[in-house]
């Protein structure tokens, strides 16, 4: 924005400038004299009555600058045109209303400033930099922080208008239990509490440098690394998740005082190469990404809701992230369509706000993990069970538990050519399954 107050300066600055030479040497004086004798004949002011240098000069310069940055800051065109009709009139407007109180007010001068700003406006506003802000507000549509648009404005033209592949991270947030809510609450209380969890999700991800690309009552989906080539947005993208649980966990607190209910959600990200840019609609025009990770990220953030988790990322963001984040292993995820086996981990926390018995818990917890894909399913147990009384309410901990027990009383009997042979050992699960 900083540009674009620079820009209306300079503009508002050439339009005093050029008043100023037409009042001095006289380009304005025969109009002006001609209103005054018209003024005089009528009775409303006495012949030969100069106008009030200083009210003039006070007047169009004020104009000037004020119509420049309207005209600059607004996107649209039309409304370009009625802020500087409106202020055409309004000038002469004046002028009528002074003669009355036999006070002569040419308005010459403040509409030739005006006049000046329009032009400069209109031909800036046909320049790339000029027309960026009402592209960017028809592709954004305040899907970013102000921040973010900001720094948008100001920076070199973006290359998401252009379309290009890159890699992004996505970031989802769902709501498991609004069928079950539905069925207990008021409609207008249900509609409440699904406005404050979009606004505690949605609006505060775009604060976090993130584009919101869908925002609907049970699923919020934003993208980092979409508006800038910042290499660091699966950083940014887990810092959010984590931010986002606490904003969350209140929210909770806060619905369960009002509502007598809670908002079962998971989060879930992946960091993945996708097709930026402008796709069209007959009613929409806006930016997106177009990839095979937002049907892996919105089932991903669905497996929560089976692993007791709340914030699921991918085996890639994983890789990237690992040595800042703490994170614990949950299943291997197989993908039929692309005969694709990864893992999928739980976000735990800042490794650095990580206490010594935490980090031990966790170190624990990923190698009870480890005897239970082995089959080693008593080593497993024993593990798990001493994680589970230090650690009651850990859910990941209980789903393991309960597998773990459950596989050591099967006999699983699978051959190698069985499609699910991947999950012979009981620590995989298909994609589809999600």
Same mark, same amino acid.
């Given at each position: 924005?900083?540009?674009?107050?620079?820009?209306?300066?300079?503009?508002?600055?050439?339009?005093?400038?050029?008043?100023?030479?037409?009042?001095?040497?006289?380009?304005?004086?025969?109009?002006?004299?001609?209103?005054?004798?018209?003024?005089?004949?009528?009775?409303?002011?006495?012949?030969?009555?100069?106008?009030?240098?200083?009210?003039?000069?006070?007047?169009?310069?004020?104009?000037?600058?004020?119509?420049?940055?309207?005209?600059?800051?607004?996107?649209?065109?039309?409304?370009?045109?009625?802020?500087?009709?409106?202020?055409?009139?309004?000038?002469?407007?004046?002028?009528?209303?002074?003669?009355?109180?036999?006070?002569?007010?040419?308005?010459?001068?403040?509409?030739?400033?005006?006049?000046?700003?329009?032009?400069?406006?209109?031909?800036?506003?046909?320049?790339?930099?000029?027309?960026?802000?009402?592209?960017?507000?028809?592709?954004?549509?305040?899907?970013?922080?102000?921040?973010?648009?900001?720094?948008?404005?100001? &920076? $070199?033209?973006?290359?998401?208008?252009? @379309?290009?592949?890159? !890699?992004? +991270?996505?970031?989802? %947030? =769902? *709501?498991?239990?609004?069928?079950?809510?539905?069925?207990?609450?008021?409609?207008?209380?249900?509609?409440?509490?699904?406005?404050?969890?979009?606004?505690?999700? &949605? $609006?505060?991800?775009?604060?976090?440098? @993130?584009?919101?690309? !869908?925002? +609907?009552?049970?699923? %919020? =989906? *934003?993208?980092?690394?979409?508006?800038?080539?910042?290499?660091?947005?699966?950083?940014?993208?887990?810092?959010?998740?984590?931010?986002?649980?606490?904003?969350?966990?209140?929210?909770?607190?806060?619905?369960?005082?009002?509502?007598?209910?809670?908002?079962?959600?998971?989060?879930?990200?992946?960091?993945?190469?996708?097709?930026?840019?402008?796709?069209?609609?007959?009613?929409?025009?806006?930016?997106?990404?177009?990839?095979?990770?937002?049907?892996?990220?919105?089932?991903?953030?669905?497996?929560?809701?089976?692993?007791?988790?709340?914030?699921?990322?991918?085996?890639?963001?994983?890789?990237?992230?690992?040595?800042?984040?703490?994170?614990?292993?949950?299943?291997?995820?197989?993908?039929?369509?692309?005969?694709?086996?990864?893992?999928?981990?739980?976000?735990?926390?800042?490794?650095?706000?990580?206490?010594?018995?935490?980090?031990?818990?966790?170190?624990?917890?990923?190698?009870?993990?480890?005897?239970?894909?082995?089959?080693?399913?008593?080593?497993?147990?024993?593990?798990?069970?001493?994680?589970?009384?230090?650690?009651?309410?850990?859910?990941?901990?209980?789903?393991?538990?309960?597998?773990?027990?459950?596989?050591?009383?099967?006999?699983?009997?699978?051959?190698?050519?069985?499609?699910?042979?991947?999950?012979?050992?009981?620590?995989?699960?298909?994609?589809?399954?999600?």
């Amino acid at each position: 924005m900083r540009r674009y107050f620079l820009i209306s300066a300079i503009i508002g600055a050439i339009a005093v400038f050029v008043t100023i030479l037409a009042y001095e040497f006289g380009l304005l004086t025969a109009a002006a004299n001609k209103l005054a004798t018209f003024y005089a004949n009528a009775g409303l002011i006495s012949h030969g009555e100069q106008p009030a240098r200083g009210l003039h000069y006070v007047t169009f310069i004020v104009l000037a600058f004020a119509v420049s940055w309207a005209v600059i800051d607004i996107p649209k065109v039309a409304n370009k045109v009625v802020v500087v009709l409106g202020s055409m009139m309004l000038v002469l407007a004046a002028s009528a209303v002074a003669v009355t109180l036999g006070l002569f007010f040419e308005p010459f001068s403040s509409l030739t400033a005006i006049f000046v700003v329009s032009a400069l406006g209109i031909v800036y506003s046909m320049t790339e930099h000029g027309g960026r802000k009402h592209l960017l507000h028809t592709v954004l549509g305040g899907r970013v922080s102000e921040e973010s648009f900001g720094g948008l404005m100001n &920076g $070199e033209r973006p290359d998401f208008l252009d @379309g290009q592949n890159r !890699e992004v +991270s996505m970031l989802t %947030v =769902r *709501v498991f239990n609004h069928g079950e809510i539905r069925a207990v609450v008021d409609p207008r209380d249900l509609i409440e509490m699904t406005n404050l969890f979009l606004k505690n999700s &949605g $609006e505060f991800l775009t604060s976090k440098g @993130g584009y919101l690309d !869908e925002s +609907s009552p049970d699923c %919020v =989906r *934003v993208y980092f690394g979409i508006l800038d080539r910042q290499p660091d947005h699966p950083f940014r993208a887990c810092q959010a998740a984590l931010e986002l649980r606490l904003r969350l966990a209140n929210l909770n607190l806060e619905l369960e005082k009002r509502y007598f209910q809670r908002l079962h959600y998971g989060i879930a990200i992946s960091s993945e190469p996708m097709t930026l840019g402008i796709y069209e609609s007959e009613n929409d025009v806006r930016l997106s990404a177009v990839g095979e990770v937002i049907e892996f990220v919105r089932k991903l953030s669905a497996a929560n809701s089976q692993y007791g988790s709340e914030i699921l990322i991918s085996s890639r963001t994983y890789t990237i992230i690992q040595d800042a984040f703490a994170v614990r292993p949950m299943e291997m995820i197989f993908d039929a369509s692309a005969d694709l086996m990864s893992e999928v981990y739980e976000l735990v926390d800042l490794k650095e706000n990580m206490s010594e018995e935490e980090e031990a818990a966790r170190q624990a917890f990923w190698q009870g993990l480890i005897y239970y894909r082995e089959g080693r399913g008593e080593e497993a147990l024993k593990v798990f069970s001493e994680l589970r009384a230090k650690y009651p309410n850990d859910r990941p901990l209980h789903y393991f538990i309960d597998r773990a027990q459950t596989n050591m009383v099967e006999v699983a009997e699978k051959s190698p050519t069985d499609p699910d042979a991947h999950l012979m050992h009981g620590h995989a699960r298909v994609l589809h399954s999600l």
